[in-house]
């Protein structure tokens, strides 16, 4: 095949249906060692983005990588298809209310949307080349697999069941964080914190001597649910307010004024009041001080009866009316502009409230120490980004609330008798939907009552996703494969992710097997648009990776991702423009593999090789060294750089310009082009197949049309395969400086690069003169290189 001038990413679609044709990346057992990828499933309702396409181009290098090292390399595509984010869809784009729709056509619209879209989902990989172990859904080992699927959905159930059996889970109404825009609980992983311009209000409290005592607060709309003011032990200026009682504006109900380390002498006046619930601090200085809570607002996020005139009002209109009663009624002292951390809801950015809700809980606060210690058996790359998930376990102090009042996802498996109350929990081994199905006993075992309420609930989706490496390594399938190949080998994810999924997968494979569920973890960071920004539809700045495809093909965009950035570091920065500058490496690459495909022959190991030869091949021997080295710590973007570098800069602008003489010049001996015929396929043969793992295509096209064979069965280069043994690289940096002395000075003289040039070739690379003489056309040798 004679290979073009150009990449034609049209060539792509033809290349990745032959692979698909040869299932070459089919997961089948056998005696080599395995290699596990723990990929995260995307979420499926919207396209797959720039940062997914990123991220899974660059796992993709890793899988590919190890398969050329002969690992036997389990990678299967998961689907995210759980949650929220699909219900508010439907709701949206059916106009359908959750509400008002019975709960069976409800989930029916959920399924169909998503199958819709997990299609998608699904090609867009195709065409980035994604060698994942199938792309086929169903049970063995390495096949696609999506988190709803009855058989994922039974894990998680045996999992609960397991759990619950042994006392780990318990309900208990307490107060959760609670977003009232997606109307759920959240755990403390799903609370972010945002930096908020707010009002901070200082409002007298009477004190029953007659006096005034000023409190500040964000959260004046809460004074109805007042329950104490605090003061800072340390202050001097309130210590004789001790027990006092004060009067709250507004309501007149009387509380204490009490000493608490809670309070902060510099915020505000000093005075705190404590109500129920304006934050976490709040709820435990109510514990410290036994105080009993008011609840104020509803699972609406409304003010609820309990506010008195307030009651019906959106939490930020209650505040603005407050404010105005106190300031007409003479309470509000004065106003200011603060600078306040409010917490938001991960999902929709709404501020949380803290509602008490009867929820199911799992056991975490008692196993952070043992936690940590699995934690420290796992390797971080980058190692400082461990620190995100010690620092989140030491932070907790709650359990997991992993039950949520929504509709599409795993259902909880439990049933109550209805005489009772008696709680049913349901044997393993079947996916169970108690919201429609009779439990599968016939009485209660505790009353003998026949008549039972199904769980209407679903687990929070952290506790199906928090499955995955023990779905894909066979804990439900394959038991042997699984006790052999547990904990998996890799789990690359994002750093925003860490304190869910990272750690609630850290306590599930703890509490499920005690062991840590990864050998590796690769945290990156994120893709943002070329000023840095995030990119969103509101700012206009994103680009669709199926653009990218479209205009430039996936392996411009592959090579992109490797050249640009270390994304264990920083955010890496994406443009169009950026895409097709690096893509100028492919068209290189297609004229120096069709220059040595025109120019030399098939020649096997000479016995005298020129020393030009023995010098890229030296050169080749370390690239080869310290590419392996930086990919066995994942660092697939400075290697790539590397090989880059190499063939371009090196390869082709030096030495493949030293050796045209010998090839092309009647003078130079038989053994002489052997020498450079062998060498130069030697150092294409290893440069492609060091760089297939990162762009598949185009090393594939080459490897078969210039060495007949497929470039992804073969092996990856070790050093020993090049056959050089004398340290010759002291001279690199002279070659390079020399020839470039040469070309600058020919082009300062108005020389063309073939005309002749009187000079002499330096001392120190006298050895390689023969080579440099004819290469630049040299008539004096004798003349002194003025350097
Ligand atoms: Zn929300
Ligand atoms: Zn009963």
Known sequence: MSIPTRWNPDIEKEITREWEEQKLYRFVKDSRPAYIIDTPPPYVNSPVHIGHAYTYVYMDSIARYKRMNGYNVLFPLGLDRNGLPIEVQVEKELKLSVRNTPREIFVQKCREKLDEYSEASSSSFRLLGISFSSYEKGYVLGDMYETDDPDFRRLTQDIFIDLYNRGLVYESEKVSNYCPDCRISLSDAEVEYEEEVTGLYYIKFRLEDGSDAVVATTRPELLKACKAIIYNPEDERYRNLNGKKAKVPLFDHEIPVLPHPYAKQDFGTGLVMICSYGDRGDMMVFKDLGLTPTFLIDENGLMNENAGKYSGLKVREARKKIVEDLRN?????????????????????????????????????????????????????APESAELLFRWIDSLTDDWVISRRRYYGTEIPLWYCKSCGYVYVPPKGKYYVPWKEKPPVEKCPRCGGTEFVGETRIFDTWFDSSNTPLYISGYSHDKEFFEQNYPVSLRPQGKEIVRSWLYFTLLKSYLVTGKPPFKDVWIHMHVVDEKGYKMSKSLGNVIDPMEVIKRYGAEAFRTWVFLEGDITKDDVKCSYGRIESASKFLTKLLNISRFTQLNSKEASLPENMSLSDRWILWELKSLVKSVRELNDSYYFNKSFTKIRDFTWFLFADHYLEMVKPRIYNPEYSEEEKQSAYFTMRKVLDVVIRLMSPYIPFITYYLYKSIYGKNVHLSSYPEESEVPVTEDLSAYTERIVEFNHYVWNTKKSMGLSLKDPIDLKVPEDLKLFEKDLIAMHNIKSPEKDLKA
């Open 329 to 381: 009624a003479g309470y509000l002292v004065k106003e200011e502009r603060i600078k306040h951390e409010t917490p938001i809801c991960w999902r929709s950015k709404t501020p949380i409230e803290f509602i008490p809700r009867k929820e199911l809980y799992l056991k975490q606060v008692e196993f952070r120490d043992e936690l940590k210690k699995l934690a420290e058996q796992m390797k971080f790359y």
